[in-house]
């Protein structure tokens, strides 16, 4: 019941699903159900740091990245998703630049990720949404770097709303456009995007932005006339096609069904090592 | 001197710096510059509505539109560029449904649009700009409508911040991409798109919101950590590739300069008819 409820809250993520089944499995015991939770969670830090190890390769001196939502680690643990190899990239010394978009409607960019790139003290300017097209097409950025909450069976990948549009404006400049995600990300039942569920959250969140008044309390703006209505799907899908590349715990690999398998491979193989 | 610091708000658009030069030329004398300016204004007025009765021609019944920014009568006197067609549409009886995106950072389209639209009680829907592509893709829209701030004379179009992105998204998808915009938005004088200047206006437009709070007075909340930068370009420009056509008061042409070129040649005709 609990676990049904739960799962409803992220129809198109599927992390959230992996992480409730696990401990579903070792129900109704509550002491090896923590331990399972706690399992789970250990491996998707790893994956996360392992993600960052491989993300790295992608960087040189002073990368300029265009990410979007959040995907560092105040959404995956530790180390998060995409930011994780702008982490490995700083630290090494690589001076990475990061450009966020602010993602309304809940504008995650703007509350999340500009305030733990700032705790991490890596380099980073704020943009509209509206404004990444224009960014990736006057050469102002290196890579585009997102996470995902469900990449389908053929590398087809949902995530934030927003996502689809950065990807598009990549593949037209050319401009590498990498999905970063541990391998429960990938849903293998899923054989290709269209069959991803969009969420639609309230247009409220549209009507509405968050934010803090000048006394630094939360407040709250309405931004349309009252009465207005408003569509919010809260994630897109973006084709296989557009993306360059797949950041996974195991390397990169094309976002196709055979750089996904492969992906399987390498992790089974690392589970079971031969000989 | 009071021209020239007028003209450099808007270093982007041109049709201001056009009617600053009509009245310019009738200076010294006050009321030959008052007529100079009212003969300005008659004239853009008679071409919102021309442009208006051009751009009902890509409308059917209940054809959805996708509109950026405030091209309508707040922006443009009495009709509007990019809305002219629609409120056409509307008084024919075609029940034109438009969706709006909110346009970050200054919201026009969420503060100024929808509620031009509800004036006109035309039916539309809010959604944030990254929702764009995602709806392009879906199927969901079946024209894309904008206005201009500057045209250069090969067919690309300088307009508001976000343009580009639906320009690419529209192009995925075989959707049409048409600009309207009066013939003074047209700048021959600008070979390509690259000539023309982004005007960068304040981060703290990005770094805020303006809205009503609960009891609908003016308020304004800031959506990231204190001291965080941001990138605040205020247009793009979108190649003339993109663009199906332009639709201006003497009829649709192509985003081409050949295009251009048969438009002034129209304008010229009726101005002065042969024999």
């Known amino acids: 019941m609990a676990a049904a409820r739960l799962a409803r809250t992220r129809p198109t993520a599927v992390n959230l699903r992996a992480g409730l089944e696990a401990v579903g499995a070792a129900a109704p015991d509550p002491a090896a159900m923590l331990a399972a939770a706690r399992a ?26 265009l990410t979007h939502c959040n995907a560092g680690w105040l959404a995956v643990q530790d180390w998060g998703t995409a930011l994780a190899p702008v982490y490995r990239a700083a630290r090494a ?16 960019g703007a509350r999340l990720t500009a305030w733990e790139l700032r705790e991490e003290g890596v380099a980073h300017v704020l943009i509209a949404d509206a404004a990444a097209a224009h960014l990736i097409q006057r050469g102002e ?10 990449i389908a069976a053929n590398g087809d990948v949902a995530n934030k709303i927003g996502t689809y549009g950065r ?12 999905v970063a995600a541990p391998l429960t990300t990938i849903d ?9 569920p969009i969420e639609q959250r309230s247009p409220a969140e549209v009507l509405t932005v968050e934010g803090v008044d000048e006394a630094g309390r939360p407040a709250r703006v309405r931004i349309a006339p009252e009465g207005t209505e408003a569509l919010n799907p809260a994630f897109d899908v973006t084709p296989q096609r557009l993306v360059t590349g797949l950041i996974t715990p195991v390397g ?3 976002a196709t069904a055979a750089g996904i398998a492969e ?13």
């Open 167 to 178: 990807a598009l404006a990549a593949a037209a400049h050319a401009v590498p456009f990498y």
């Open 252 to 254: 990169i690999v094309p």
């Open 188 to 196: 293998r039942g899923t054989a290709t995007g269209a069959e991803i």
């Open 141 to 150: 950025i290196d890579l585009v770097l997102t996470g995902a909450d469900r």
């Open 263 to 275: 992906a399987f491979r390498r992790a089974e193989a690392a589970r079971h090592p031969a000989g």
């Open 93 to 108: 010394g690589l001076a990475p630049r990061v450009v966020v978009s602010e993602t309304r409607p809940r504008l995650q």
């Open 40 to 65: 789970f969670d250990d491996r998707e830090v790893a994956a996360a740091a392992a993600i960052g190890t491989h993300g790295l390769a992608l960087f040189r001196p002073g990368t300029r990245v």
